[in-house]
């Protein structure tokens, strides 16, 4: 069973950065690609980031590329999302998911197997 815990969240100004963790339980980690999604209240859940189990590929949905780094390291099984410049419409609960197959589709939260507890970003204006 794997299991998945994000931290790092919390209360930034606009234009500023966070850096969220996710770190995972289980010794099957590094073969599994890694995403990043975002839910905030009355919206539908949308996907951030994506990166496969070797860090080699990286996805980025529109709203966040150029500004959103995705990363991994295995060894301490974990993987990273570096927020830059952020906006105020970026303020959603930040979960973590796992994909096992590493042929999901990146943008499809149904394509991924483990999920996270989620954690809070808040950006003010």
């Known amino acids: 069973q794997v299991q998945l815990v994000e931290s790092g969240g919390g209360l930034v100004q606009a234009g500023g950065s966070l850096r969220l963790s996710c770190t995972a339980s289980?010794?099957?980690?590094?073969?599994?690609?890694m995403g990043w999604f975002r839910q905030a209240p009355g919206n539908e859940r949308e996907f951030v980031a994506r990166?496969?189990?070797?860090?080699?590929?990286?996805y980025y949905a529109g709203s966040v590329k150029g500004r959103f780094t995705i990363s991994r390291d295995n060894a301490k099984n974990t993987v990273y999302l570096q927020m830059n410049n952020l906006k105020p419409e970026d303020t959603a609960v930040y979960y973590c998911?796992?994909?096992?197959?590493?042929?999901?589709?990146?943008?499809?939260?149904?394509?991924?197997?483990?999920w996270g507890q989620g954690t809070q970003v808040t950006v003010s204006s």
């Open positions: 289980g010794r099957t980690f590094s073969t599994f690609a």
């Open positions: 998911a796992a994909d096992s197959s590493s042929v999901g589709r990146p943008w499809y939260y149904a394509d991924y197997d483990y």
């Open positions: 990166i496969s189990w070797r860090g080699s590929s990286t």
